[in-house]
């Protein structure tokens, strides 16, 4: 079982104009085919290259081209943007693709836009990525949600989308938990006690995001797992398995229910011995053997996850 809350194939697959069933991407169907159950969250990114407008042109084209190969891979895979979408996916095996914004400078101050984006199928977005826009500060700055950003929470919760707090500055985190009424998650960061990267939460940020409802995904990016790691070539898998590890055992111990994967496959330099999506397996073998149950090991797998969505779709 695997439910991934986070990866940036959707950008890297209309970039390569590969498939989704067999690219060369981290992820993809086939590799995705040795789970019995599934859910993969694939975000859309904002090319900083871009105007905030042309990020919205961008995740147009981005999102119906993946809709495109989810409808022509039906067989293997479905679009949820419904609890029921999920279940479906949960009982007959197909992956369950969820689509996601990341940074929601793309509305470029319309907030008519989120409904567009929810017409999408967009159902969850990440506030922020980088340096200060109309909506946030992100994690390199001090900034925090602008008026419009605080406009922007709320018709998300009006419209049934799911707001992500990775990326975001500490203020913008403090204001999201202050004015938020319904859960919100951090897709994927991970822990600042074992790494700190701004980028990570602190064990209060991931007891607030559980306070909420919401749900934490480990990622893993090199950066924000252990300074070690940072500007790596090759490791030594064993380093690299023991770092992942540390994060997901020790969100598991501050929030049981809410620990999850993010992992941010094709979107980060891939790690030694976890290059792609079939290679999850053998995390799941090393948590169980450095001690954990095999129940909670597949709690953070996919059933916190499924249990989240199956609430908030």
């Not at 064993?238 to 929030?255: L, P, Q």
Request: net charge negative; aromatic share 10%; proline share 2%.
């Amino acid at each position: 079982m695997l439910f991934d809350l986070h990866c940036d194939t959707a950008f890297e697959l209309y970039k390569r104009k590969q498939s989704l069933y067999c690219g060369s991407t981290a992820v993809n169907l086939e590799k995705y085919s040795i789970f019995e159950k599934k859910a993969q969250v694939f975000a859309v990114w904002s090319d900083r290259s871009y105007t905030d407008d042309e990020c919205y042109l961008s995740f147009q084209h981005i999102a119906n081209e993946l809709r495109s190969q989810i409808e022509e891979n039906s067989e293997y895979v479905r679009l949820c943007t419904s609890k029921e979408d999920l279940e479906m996916c949960n009982e007959d095996g197909k992956l369950a693709a969820i689509i996601a914004a990341e940074d929601a400078r793309l509305l470029s101050g319309d907030l008519s836009r989120l409904e567009k984006l929810y017409e999408h199928g967009v159902r969850v977005i990440t506030l922020g990525w980088q340096g200060t826009s109309c909506v946030c500060g992100s994690f390199d700055t001090e900034d925090g949600l602008t008026d419009f950003g605080f406009d922007v929470l709320k018709e998300c919760e009006n419209l049934g989308i799911t707001v992500d707090v990775s990326h975001l500055s500490e203020k913008s985190f403090w204001d999201v938990a202050g004015k938020a009424t319904k859960p919100f998650i951090a897709s994927h960061s991970n822990s600042y006690l074992l790494c700190d990267h701004r980028r990570n939460l602190t064990d209060v940020q991931i007891r607030t995001i559980a306070a909420s409802g919401g749900i934490c995904g480990n990622s893993l990016v090199a950066a924000h797992l252990s300074k070690g790691l940072e500007g790596y070539a090759t490791k030594d898998p064993s380093t690299v398995m023991n770092a992942i590890c540390s994060h997901v055992e020790h969100f598991s111990n501050v929030a049981p229910e809410n620990t999850c994967l993010g992992l941010d496959f094709d979107g980060t330099a891939p790690l030694e011995g976890l290059e792609s999506v079939d290679k999850l397996p053998l995390l799941f073998e090393a948590l169980t053997i450095r001690g954990m149950d095999e129940k909670q090991a597949q709690n953070i797998f996919y059933n916190n996850a499924y249990n989240f969505f199956l609430k908030n779709l």
